[in-house]
């Protein structure tokens, strides 16, 4: 059941590996990549965003996640753990292991693609739509590993995490979720995430400043506020 989920994580850590290696190109060459990157960010989570069909509950999502993730100090544990990194793999990559390790996550982890490939895998044995992810989220690696540095090979762990237990728990998800709320749920998952990633594209061009990773918690408020919002209904 995990083949397409170790395969997706393998992928993410060996492209990171490679980009890693194929630093050394020209500060303005890579400059013009990174924005390059940002602004395809920008338009895939727009495309993300849009998906939503409840605001309402997006916007207290955002705005309770946003609460709850400075207040666990979310941001801040993450840069620690960053520069902890940094200091064990070398000085050069110290200043990007947060921002790649949180920045890739998050592009990786969100999204249908991330739900419904490991549903396909463990419920109808089929793993296409997660090989076909991985090729995607290897290319992307390879790029933003390219910029950002090592940080993104560590992204490989949350992201076989969170597919393996969506796997894992497919059985009891296909038996107590109708396939009605899941779709709910999928939709607006989806639009936290592409408002989280349009928010990298826009931090790494300099436009804002936002703390993502205080944002997180709203993945997790989303899920139940849709399922809450459902059984009033």
């Not at 739509?129 to 993104?152: E, M, N, Q």
Request: glycine share 8%; hydrophobic share 60%.
């Amino acid at each position: 059941m995990l083949l397409g989920t170790i395969i997706n994580a393998a992928a993410i850590a060996v492209a990171s590996l490679i980009g890693v290696r194929i630093r050394n190109v020209p500060e303005e060459i890579s400059k013009l990549i990174m924005q390059a990157l940002s602004l395809a960010l920008i338009v895939i989570g727009i495309q993300m965003a849009v998906t939503g069909e409840n605001f309402l509950i997006i916007i207290i999502s955002l705005t309770s996640g946003a609460l709850l993730g400075s207040w666990l100090q979310i941001d801040e544990r993450l840069n620690q753990l960053g520069q902890w990194l940094g200091t064990k793999i070398g000085k050069n990559s110290q200043g990007n292991v947060a921002q790649a390790f949180v920045s890739s996550t998050l592009i990786f982890a969100t999204g249908a693609m991330a739900i419904i490939g490991p549903l396909e895998a463990a419920l109808r044995g089929d793993h296409s739509l997660l090989f076909t992810k991985s090729s995607i989220d290897g290319f992307s690696a390879l790029i933003i590993s390219s910029t950002l540095g090592i940080g993104v090979f560590f992204a490989a762990i949350p992201v076989f995490l969170y597919q393996a237990s969506i796997t894992l728990l497919a059985n009891q998800i296909d038996a107590f979720v109708p396939n009605m709320l899941m779709d709910m749920i999928i939709a607006e998952i989806t639009c936290i995430g592409g408002i989280l990633i349009l928010a990298i594209g826009l931090n790494l061009l300099n436009v804002i400043n936002v703390k993502i990773a205080n944002l997180l918690p709203s993945l997790v408020i989303v899920v139940l506020l849709v399922v809450s919002f459902q059984r009033l209904l």
